[in-house]
């Protein structure tokens, strides 16, 4: 049962998330552009000009929402990597446990983008960003090794292609390399591969009824 709740974390953590996107970003006065805003300008508190990484002008009436998605999301990512530790939708060994470990930490990261909107503590919400697109990233990569022989191969190798290429993304970002998709529009392939990947994991976990090897398998030596 636990790990069943694993899955449906994710699918309402990702699911949520969308929803709520649309709705914050639908209430700006100013349009709002998937291609030249961040996804973190609609948690922003105050209306004012940014400057960097692109200039454009905020102001997010739904920035509390917004917020509190954030924080859901980062919680429910959380739960979903502690609560399918068992599950068979994993190898088991070191690099399972890595990739869970890591896929909370970017769970923790929406927490602190959450927490800490980018024009009240910076610091924090680069931190929580780093989490999230280096860390998660990176965790994603790892899980395409990670998963069980039984899941299908094309989610394995998809896996892993996904967490190349939001790595490759976030660096592209950092650079500001947008190959045309602009700031946000980059942003969003560093971002989304993971959440993507959290919500598919979860309906073929969950439809499958995937009770198996509910117990901690032990690291590999």
Same mark, same amino acid.
């Given at each position: ?20 996107h ?21 948690g ?7 400057a ?33 530790? %068992? ?6 060994? !070191?690099? *399972? $446990?890595?990739?869970? &470990? =890591?896929? +909370? #930490? @970017?769970?923790?990261g ?6 800490a ?24 990569f ?10 299908p ?19 592209l ?6 190959? %045309? ?6 942003? !969003?392939? *560093? $971002?989304?591969?993971? &959440? =993507?990947? +959290? #919500? @598919? ?21």
């Amino acid at each position: 049962m636990r790990v069943r709740i694993g899955y449906v974390a994710w699918i309402v953590g990702a699911v949520q998330f969308f929803v709520v996107h649309v709705v914050a970003q639908s209430a700006w006065a100013r349009p709002y552009s998937w291609a030249h805003n961040n996804i973190s300008d609609l948690g922003n508190a105050h209306c004012a000009l940014q400057a960097e990484p692109e200039p454009r002008f905020v102001c997010s009436p739904e920035h509390g929402l917004m917020n509190v998605s954030f924080v859901t999301l980062g919680v429910l990512l959380v739960a979903g990597a502690a609560l399918t530790g %068992g599950a068979a939708l994993w190898r088991g060994g !070191r690099t *399972a $446990a890595t990739a869970r &470990l =890591l896929l +909370a #930490a @970017a769970g923790a990261g929406f927490v602190l983008v959450g927490l800490a909107p980018a024009d009240v503590d910076e610091n924090l919400h680069v931190l929580g960003a780093l989490l999230v697109m280096a860390m998660g990233n990176i965790g994603l990569f790892l899980a395409g090794f990670a998963l069980a022989e039984r899941t299908p191969a094309a989610l394995r190798r998809g896996t892993s292609l996904l967490g190349a290429l939001a790595i490759t993304a976030f660096g592209l970002f950092l650079s500001r390399h947008y190959l %045309g998709l602009g700031m946000g529009g980059m942003e !969003r392939v *560093a $971002a989304f591969p993971l &959440l =993507l990947w +959290a #919500a @598919a994991v979860g309906v073929l976990g969950f439809s499958r009824g995937d009770r198996a090897a509910v117990r901690l398998r032990r690291a590999a030596a």
